[in-house]
């Protein structure tokens, strides 16, 4: 397999068009993130921040425009195997098994790079417990990174609201992803949380070496944890670059004051 040039963008979204009927939620979307970067995605209600999401994780594909991942157009790879590639995500709204551990949650999100196939699994070869020890390592080690380890035995349905987001983390991160989407990170988290959560974040991109993309609509998270922002209004992007810059921006300021004040 070809390497890539380490100074090319991880992911460049190259003009990309989304319409539904004669709705078009992305109009000619273009920005690039560079390897390691935190890129916050900003906009008001309705500007395509999920749209897009969407289609990074592959649910929709562009109705024009090109989205490439390590130089590779995304629409090449089937949905099912976006994880495989390097892009792992979460959710919204938790998608949790409640009933299970901590742990088991964790492990099920490192299932998508086992490699033996039914037969393997049935036989239990020495090639899939080495798997299993593998698995069962990394968990143990993204539990302590996520401060995870004190409920690893306990069901999610026991857990406070922030600390089970920690687990969605942990559970997204088993797939050893190049590229993290965050929907809404900071969503029904307290204030105390949120600044865990902006911590955290920084303790994963720079352990983990991680890119990761969030959509939030926590300005004060966004801007404090980000090093590019792109904000898109109406499905256009409006500007795209340093936080300082872009909250500057007079589009972005009229967007804002525009829909919210
Ligand atoms: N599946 C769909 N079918 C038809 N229209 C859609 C669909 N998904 C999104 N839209 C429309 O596309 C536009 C962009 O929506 P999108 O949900 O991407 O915005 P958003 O920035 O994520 O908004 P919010 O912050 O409210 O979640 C909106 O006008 C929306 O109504």
Do not use: W
């Not at 004190?150 to 190049?178: H, N, Y």
């Amino acid at each position: 397999m070809a390497v890539q040039d380490p100074s090319l963008p991880l992911l460049d979204v190259r003009g990309v068009t989304v319409r539904f009927g004669g709705i078009t939620a992305l109009d000619g979307v273009s920005f690039a993130i560079a390897r390691g970067a935190i890129t916050g995605l900003i906009g008001p209600n309705g500007a395509g921040k999920t749209t897009l999401f969407n289609c990074l994780s592959r649910l929709y594909v562009p109705t024009e425009g090109s989205i490439l991942f390590e130089g590779t157009p995304l629409e090449q790879s089937p949905a099912h195997r976006i994880a495989a590639l390097g892009i792992g995500r979460t959710f919204q709204n938790l998608a949790l098994f409640r009933t299970m551990s901590v742990r088991d949650n964790v492990m099920v999100g490192g299932h998508c790079r086992t490699g033996s196939g039914f037969l393997a699994n049935a036989l239990r070869l020495p090639a899939v417990r080495r798997e299993e020890h593998r698995l069962s390592d990394q968990a143990e080690r993204l539990m302590a990174l996520l401060d995870l380890q004190d409920v690893a035995q306990r069901p999610v349905s026991d857990l406070p609201f922030g600390t089970a987001k920690r687990v969605e983390f942990a559970r997204a991160l088993m797939s050893e992803p190049k590229l993290l989407l965050l929907d809404e990170p900071a969503g029904g988290l307290n204030h105390e949380e949120v600044d865990g959560l902006r911590q955290l974040l920084r303790r994963i991109q720079s352990e983990l070496r991680l890119t990761i993309l969030l959509v939030e609509h926590h300005m004060n998270l966004v801007m404090r944890v980000s090093d590019q922002v792109v904000a898109l209004d109406f499905g256009r992007k409006i500007a795209d670059g340093t936080p300082a810059e872009v909250q500057a921006h007079p589009d972005v300021v009229r967007a804002y004051l525009g829909a919210e004040a």
